[in-house]
């Protein structure tokens, strides 16, 4: 397994950013943002066997090794080592609602309360679809515009 992606892998890239981000914030001492991030890590199948309370009292145990599965599993793959055979085009689902999150998309947005509603205005107007739970955005094309949606 190599030290760090290739500049090939685009999700790779993001993932392990996202991998140390999640890091960080289950090593906070801010409650707000520690306890997510661990929920995180509980939901990933990792640290099960510990009450959120404790995980948190030890969150200094959280390492990066535990963040990589943890966003390797969130977008789907079995373990980090398959991210980083991933080459396909298209970035999964995850990755995109890593770019919604950090992009800096003006007001108002083109947000749907459904998928279905989202996919007619798209067909419609163009841009990218992102699924966020039930609902979904789509990002005008434009420079700036998410990798993956072009």
């Not at 396909?88 to 919604?100: C, D, F, H, I």
């Not at 992009?103 to 996919?119: C, G, I, K, V």
Request: glycine residues 6%.
């Amino acid at each position: 397994m190599p030290a760090s992606p290739n500049n090939d892998l685009p999700f790779a890239r993001l993932a392990r950013r996202e991998a140390k981000r999640l890091c960080k914030a289950a090593r906070s001492d801010t409650l707000t943002e520690a306890l997510p991030a661990l929920r995180r890590l509980r939901a990933a199948g990792l640290f099960d066997a510990h009450p959120l309370s404790a995980l948190h009292r030890q969150r200094n145990r959280v390492q990066l090794k535990h963040c990589l599965s943890a966003v390797a599993r969130e977008s789907g793959f079995d373990d980090w080592p398959a991210v980083l055979t991933h080459h396909g085009s298209t970035l999964p689902a995850a990755a995109m609602r890593w770019q919604l999150r950090d992009a800096d998309l003006p007001y108002p947005n083109r947000w749907f309360a459904s998928h279905a509603e989202a996919r007619a205005w798209q067909a419609a107007h163009g841009g990218c679809l992102v699924p966020h739970g039930t609902q979904a955005v789509v990002l005008i094309d434009r420079p700036g515009t998410p990798a993956g949606c072009r």
